[in-house]
């Protein structure tokens, strides 16, 4: 399996916990900087004809704040460039305060069928200390155009002044809305955000109270009938994101856009993060890649590992054993002892304990540390 990814690097305004690619004052480039994505798919048919391509992942920024043709023009170029599958699934990241009727009216007709919405938090107030555009209202005004459509929403905990109760009643609204996955992911306060400085000066939960904010929001989306197959994703029966399933896979994708990534062939490429050097190299007829590595036989399995062990049905000893040639548990047997209370073996799986995922991070280490 195989995917593409688009980044939209434009947004309206930049959220206080931002990291990505964005740039809040330069939407009058869309134009111009859609027809170099065109371009630069075109650049890169050739060396993918052989790729069959199973989903397409509109990303950003924010995809839906630039106008709709030009999306419908991007989902008729990845068909017309790449084998992209009748049955892929495509989606769009938006804002719920950018969208319309007519918007997701276009979006549907070119092919887009599944939404991932930017919520966050069903809380007002705390929408507009991190710098969202959209209010509550906005979020349901949007959920009533995707009645009845494959939708996604996102909701984060870690927030300033953040409790169970709202994480809960988030959650709710979500699931009220329609949503058929949402996506509960820790805010994480990078340096040169402006959300950083709530972090210095001690205003964001401490690491033991987001676990517990995890907790609230495990149960209700339990109690709701969403089933977690990633740390940090839920969703109804048979709605899993498959983009990100085949990231979790560690299977291939192809990146365009500022910013974007690639990993085709064991090679991770990276373009370039300036704007105006992506159009320079796309004019130009240069690919704009800034970094490329060739991941070894270590570095594959490390990845795998680490990818294998977020996911709720872990890893597969079997496909591990046909990849990397060895037994994981006689190779990892010094990690397996250390973590044998967090981890579980049954028939061909080995994956942590259910109760465990959250801090996965601390058991996985013990696996990319082991000398063998």
Same mark, same amino acid.
């Given at each position: 399996?195989?995917?593409?990814?688009?980044?939209?690097?434009?947004?309206?305004?930049?959220?206080?916990?931002?990291?990505?690619?964005?740039?809040?004052?330069?939407?009058?480039?869309?134009?111009?900087?859609?027809?170099?994505?065109?371009?630069?798919? /075109?650049?890169?048919?050739?060396? @993918?004809?052989?790729?069959?391509?199973? %989903?397409?992942? =509109?990303?950003? $920024? !924010?995809? *839906?704040?630039?106008?709709?043709?030009?999306?419908?023009?991007?989902?008729?170029? /990845?068909?017309?460039?790449?084998? @992209?599958?009748?049955?892929?699934?495509? %989606?769009?990241? =938006?804002?719920? $305060? !950018?969208? *319309?009727?007519?918007?997701?009216?276009?979006?549907?007709?070119?092919?887009?069928?599944?939404?991932?919405?930017?919520?966050?938090?069903?809380?007002?107030?705390?929408?507009?200390? =991190?710098?969202?555009?959209?209010?509550?209202?906005?979020?349901?005004?949007?959920?009533?155009?995707?009645?009845?459509?494959?939708?996604?929403?996102?909701v984060m905990i870690g927030?300033?002044?953040?409790?169970?109760?709202?994480?809960?009643?988030?959650?709710?609204?979500?699931?009220?809305?329609?949503?058929?996955?949402?996506?509960?992911?820790?805010?994480?306060?990078?340096?040169?955000?402006?959300?950083?400085?709530?972090?210095?000066?001690?205003?964001?939960?401490?690491?033991?109270?987001?676990?517990?904010?995890?907790a609230a929001g495990l149960?209700?989306?339990?109690?709701?009938?969403?089933?977690?197959?990633?740390?940090?994703?839920?969703?109804?029966?048979?709605?899993?994101?498959?983009?990100?399933?085949?990231?979790?896979?560690?299977?291939?994708?192809?990146?365009?856009?500022?910013?974007?990534?690639?990993?085709?062939?064991?090679?991770?490429?990276?373009?370039?993060?300036?704007?105006?050097?992506?159009?320079?190299?796309?004019?130009?007829?240069?690919?704009?890649?800034?970094?490329?590595?060739?991941?070894?036989?270590?570095?594959?399995?490390?990845?795998?590992?680490?990818?294998?062990?977020?996911?709720?049905?872990?890893?597969?000893?079997?496909?591990?054993?046909?990849?990397?040639?060895?037994?994981?548990?006689?190779?990892?047997?010094?990690?397996?002892?250390?973590?044998?209370?967090?981890?579980?073996?049954?028939?061909?799986?080995?994956?942590?304990?259910?109760?465990?995922?959250?801090?996965?991070?601390?058991?996985?280490?013990?696996?990319?540390?082991?000398?063998?």
């Amino acid at each position: 399996m195989a995917g593409i990814y688009v980044h939209i690097p434009f947004c309206k305004s930049k959220c206080t916990y931002c990291d990505f690619t964005s740039f809040p004052d330069k939407l009058c480039y869309a134009e111009s900087y859609m027809a170099c994505v065109y371009r630069e798919m /075109a650049m890169r048919a050739p060396e @993918l004809k052989d790729y069959s391509f199973e %989903t397409l992942y =509109i990303g950003g $920024g !924010t995809p *839906s704040v630039i106008d709709e043709k030009y999306i419908a023009m991007l989902v008729a170029a /990845a068909k017309k460039h790449f084998n @992209l599958s009748p049955l892929a699934e495509i %989606t769009i990241e =938006i804002n719920p $305060g !950018t969208v *319309s009727a007519g918007k997701i009216a276009l979006y549907e007709k070119c092919g887009v069928n599944r939404y991932s919405v930017g919520l966050q938090t069903a809380v007002d107030a705390q929408l507009e200390d =991190i710098g969202r555009i959209h209010n509550l209202k906005d979020f349901l005004n949007c959920a009533k155009l995707l009645k009845g459509k494959n939708f996604s929403t996102d909701v984060m905990i870690g927030l300033k002044n953040q409790t169970a109760a709202d994480v809960e009643f988030s959650i709710r609204t979500a699931a009220e809305a329609g949503a058929s996955h949402i996506s509960m992911y820790a805010l994480t306060p990078e340096d040169g955000t402006p959300i950083y400085t709530d972090y210095l000066n001690g205003e964001l939960p401490s690491a033991d109270e987001v676990a517990d904010l995890y907790a609230a929001g495990l149960k209700v989306l339990r109690s709701l009938g969403y089933e977690r197959y990633e740390v940090s994703n839920f969703c109804k029966k048979g709605k899993q994101s498959r983009h990100n399933l085949n990231y979790w896979k560690r299977g291939e994708y192809i990146g365009f856009g500022v910013a974007a990534s690639s990993c085709i062939n064991n090679v991770r490429t990276t373009n370039t993060f300036d704007l105006d050097e992506y159009f320079k190299c796309i004019l130009s007829n240069r690919f704009p890649v800034i970094n490329r590595e060739e991941v070894d036989a270590d570095g594959a399995e490390e990845e795998y590992i680490m990818l294998a062990l977020r996911t709720a049905e872990g890893l597969n000893l079997t496909e591990f054993a046909r990849l990397f040639g060895c037994d994981f548990l006689t190779k990892y047997a010094e990690a397996y002892k250390k973590t044998a209370d967090y981890v579980e073996v049954s028939e061909d799986r080995f994956k942590i304990r259910d109760e465990f995922l959250f801090v996965q991070n601390s058991i996985i280490i013990e696996y990319l540390n082991a000398k063998v």
